[in-house]
Nanobody, 127 residues
Framework: VQLQASGGGLVQAGDSLTLSCAAA????????MGWFRQAPGKVREFVAI????????YYQDSAKGRFAISRDNAKNTVYLQMNSPTPEDTAIYYC?????????????????????WGQGTLVTVSS
């Protein structure tokens, strides 16, 4: 599975930004899709994950109520809408895929549980 993230850039705190991740190479709905981020000097951290059907989502606590993950299986694309970002959200954002099994949400915060990764897109939030 090949993943291509896009949509990053410079945004002011309080504005909105939507990231996209296009997938190719397999049936998209077979995969739960996640977003991670990595700020300079920090480890990669989980942001959100969505089930293969799109009906269920989980978020990191700091993303709850601000970010929204969604997917369009007809377009093989997953999205991360970032509302009211702060400078603390500045990072490279990565999309990732893992097989949509019954345990698709187990240890969802662990990057090692994901099988495929996109190249990352940089989001910079200015104050």
């Amino acid at each position: 599975v090949q993943l291509q993230a896009s949509g990053g850039g410079l945004v002011q705190a309080g504005d909105s930004l939507t990231l996209s991740c296009a997938a190719a190479g397999d049936t998209f709905s077979r995969y739960a899709m996640g977003w991670f981020r990595q700020a300079p000097g920090k480890v990669r951290e989980f942001v959100a994950i969505i089930s293969g059907s799109g009906r269920t989502q989980y978020y990191q606590d700091s993303a709850k109520g601000r970010f929204a993950i969604s997917r369009d299986n007809a377009k093989n694309t997953v999205y991360l809408q970032m509302n009211s970002p702060t400078p603390e959200d500045t990072a490279i954002y990565y999309c990732a895929a893992r097989l949509y099994t019954t345990a698709w949400y187990v240890e969802r915060w662990d990057p090692k549980r994901y099988d495929y990764w996109g190249q990352g897109t940089l989001v910079t939030v200015s104050s």
